[in-house]
Structures are given as structure tokens and as C-alpha cells.
């Protein structure tokens, strides 16, 4: 792979429309008990949040607070049904039954659910498999100042993703089908689409710069696409260029240039894994997770962290910002842990208020937006010298899979915060032994009424009557229903579950889970085949 090619991708696009790297992200709202949010403005003086001029500051999502002054009761009765059909409504499950080479896929199932803290839910995620090359990618998107930015990257970014692993002659025939216009080679199967999207009407906008994108991977002339590692990092980088320069370049349709601008000016982190045959890539930029759960030869489980949050308790990271600006700034770049005093994630897509110059913010803001109506805010962050301050570039960590890995839980932040990396395998784990083994054998047993009763009053006491089918169910109930002692607490499950919009994201964030099962048979057999 040519050296070059890193700042190919870069200064390709930059000669499209001109400006990139010229900017930052704030995103803020009051501080909350409890669970934080990613934005907060409530440390900044009042005189950097303003309403007018575009010039006099940085556009921010508005946030919203509870603004009652007196403590309520937010508990309602809820019945163990009620409690359950609320939890179960966002989860669904999939079976893999792909092949690879006659051997059948390394992921066996996957399951997920979501439960949403703010109104309308941040969180975005996604499974689909690609179809010109091998792979399942799996996503987990949590996003800030509204939903728009990871809508977009939940929708769009495996579509870049599959484009950089395209050989030259799948791209070449790509690109006929467009010059000719034919229909396109398939490029995704979607496993579980982000859900319905509001940029329909921008889709061909998508498509056009995705479509820039391959033309210049066939400029290199490369036989073969990108490497695994190489495909993550440029593809993260490159829509987050996309999604900036999208808003630069002059846009005539309203509906596109609100919507663009609405992205750009939210943002989202994100995580994402790659699995073909034994090898995992994660590649991960903010403070959502992904870990492996596994359980060797003597049955043992342990937890291996697959990514690190990108935030201020990160010693890395502290060092490459500064490293990246200049060492009168050393004391300005985290306020109160935050980026700048405002944002928790110091790598997000979108968030340009965190990448551009003042200048470019004012000269696109300038253009005559209803920031009023598109519920954006002026704002000047303290300390804003040397931009960007925020990157997209993620970590990438490979993992060559072993039958002794079973299963991998990305999960937004909302999971993390409530729930250690390994309470969450013990938690799988231990919802494999409640659905999968231990269950009482009648046939062995005597049929008689007292041991019916007896294993009865077992199974009720143990809750195996209504044990979630679910692992990421499972893993959301216990996060926002258990104790400081890990004891389940079924009264605080309901009001966990029954607190008013307003108030919600002041005792949790949305939690988004996805927990994937790997298949140990096929695994091993890639091993004795000597499969790569």
C-alpha cells in the first residue's frame, strides 16, 4: 500500500470544495445529576451563549432541561408484563446461516435492543454483510445535539466501508453501471437497517460524493481494495469529510441544505466491528465499547477490551491533543474533563463547531439559515484558538478469533456508565445458563406432585418464569435495575422505566446493545483447514 495514500484521501477531497480542517465541536447541555450529558454549557459564562449574529459564535443544538423545582414521584405500578413488554419492545434477534468457502460464518447469531433516555432517541445501529466482498459489520452509534449526524453515519458508513474493500474491477464495474446507467452492483445486505431515514430526498447527494469516493480509489490503481485496518480508518474519515463538506459546497434544494447542516452541526460517536472468518476488526472513535467475552479450555470466562473510550480520563489521549496544539493551551484543552469544557468525547463524527475556523462557521452560517427553526443555537466556546480540536479517526484493534471466544457486546455509553466490562460477561453468561442449560429434566425425575410444586417455587424464586430471551435485554434490566450491589430491585426497574421525558436523561442516557454470538464449530474448523 503507497504511503501516499493517507494524504491522497484527504487532499482529494479538500480540493473539492476548499476548506476541512478548520473547526470544532461543542455540544453541551446543563449538567444533570446523575448521568451526564455529552454537551454542557452550564460552566460557561452567560455571555458566550448568544442568539443573533451567525458571526458571533459556534451554532449548538438545543437542549432542553426538567425545570421543576420540586422533587416528584415519578413512580408508577407497573405490572412484571408491563415491565417486560416495555423492555422487549426495541429488541430483535438474527440467525446468520451464511457459508464462506462451504465453511459456515464465525458469527453465529446476534441480538440486540434499545431503550431510548431522550426524546427522540440518539442511538442509532446497524448489521449488514457485503456483498462484493466477505464480511458482516456490525454498528453502534450514539449521537449528541440531536440525531441527525448519527442517522447519517448509521446509514451511510458501511457504504463506505464495502466501497474501500472493492477490488479495482468491482469498482470499475461500478462505475460503468453509473456512466451508463445501469443498476448498480449490490453493495450492502442489511441485517438490521438503522431504521426509516429522514434523508431520502438526499440520498442521490449521498451517492454522488460516496460515487467521488470510488473514483478516486480507482485512480490508485490498486489490484486488490484496501486492507481491513486501512478501509476503517479511511472510511471513518472520510464521511466525517463528507459530512462537512457537504454543508460547505452551495446547495440549492432547502430540504438538503437544512438537513446537511442539521448533521454537521449534531454529531455522533461510533463503533464499529468487522468480522470475516477469525478476524475482528473493531474500529471505535468516542466512548461507546466493544469487548470480547470468553471462556477458556478450564471454563473460566474473562472480559478483553477491545477499544478505549476516547475522553478525558484517557492518558492517551490527553497526550495527542496536546501534541496537537500548541503548549500555552495544555491548561484549556479539558475543562471539568471536558473537551474544552464542554464535550465528553474527545473523537466524534459531525461536530463542527469543533473542526472549523470561526471564519468558515460564520461564512456558512451567514448563508441565510433559520437557525431559530432548525433548533440551533449561537455559541462561542472560551478557549477556541487552534482548531479542530475533535477528529473522527478511530482506533482500529485486530483480533484473531479462537473457539474460545464466544461472544462480543458493543454497546453505547448509556451501558457503560451503569455496568462495569466485566459485569456485562458475567451477565451474558449468566443469561446462556438461564435459557440454555440448567433447566430441570422431568423425564428423570419422579412426576409427583411435590416435586412439581418444588420446582415450581424454584423457578419462581429465581425468576426463570419470565427470564429475558434476549442477552442484550437482559443487560439493559440489569443496568438500570440493579442495585449498588448488583441485586435486581424490581421497584427501581419500574421507575427507572416510568420517568417523564423531561427527566429521564438526568438518571440515564440512551442505552443501545448488541451482543454478538461467534459459532466455536466453525472457528475451530478454519483452524484445521488452515482457512484464512
Known sequence: ???????????????????LQEGRRLYSRATLNRSQPKWRLSSLAPSTVKNSSPCGGFALRKAYRHTSTEEEDFHLQLSPEQVNNMLRAGESSHKVLDFNKGVPSSVLRFESNQLAANSPVEDRQGVASCVQTNGMMFGIFDGHGGHACAQAVSERLFYYMAVSLMSHQTLEQMEEAMETMKPLLPILQWLKHPGDSIYKDVTSVHLDHLRVYWQELLDLHMEMGLSIEEALMYSFQRLDSDISLEIQAPLEDEVTKNLSLQVAFSGATAC???????????????????????????????????????????????????????????????????????????????DVQLKWSKELQCSVLGRGFDTEALNIYQFTPPHYYTPPYLTAKPEVTYHRLRPQDKFLVLASDGLWDMLSNEEVVRLVVGHLSKVGLHKPDLDRRPANLGLMQSLLLQRKASGLHAADQNAATHLIRHAIGSNEYGEMEPERLAAMLTLPEDVARMYRDDITVMVVFFNSDSIATYYKEGSE
Do not use: Y
Open 1 to 19: 500500500m503507497p504511503s501516499t495514500v493517507s494524504s491522497w484521501i484527504f487532499s482529494s477531497a479538500r480540493t473539492r470544495i476548499a476548506v
Open 272 to 350: 464499529m466491528a468487522h468480522v470475516n472468518g477469525v478476524h475482528l476488526h473493531v474500529a471505535n472513535a468516542g466512548d461507546c465499547r466493544a469487548i470480547l467475552g470468553i471462556q477458556e479450555d478450564n471454563g473460566v470466562w474473562s472480559c478483553l477490551p477491545l477499544t478505549c473510550d476516547h475522553n478525558a480520563w484517557n492518558e492517551a489521549e490527553l497526550s495527542r491533543l496536546k501534541r496537537e496544539h500548541p503548549e500555552s493551551e495544555d491548561r484549556t484543552l479539558i475543562i471539568d474533563d471536558r473537551l474544552l469544557g464542554v464535550l465528553l468525547p474527545c473523537r466524534a463524527f459531525g
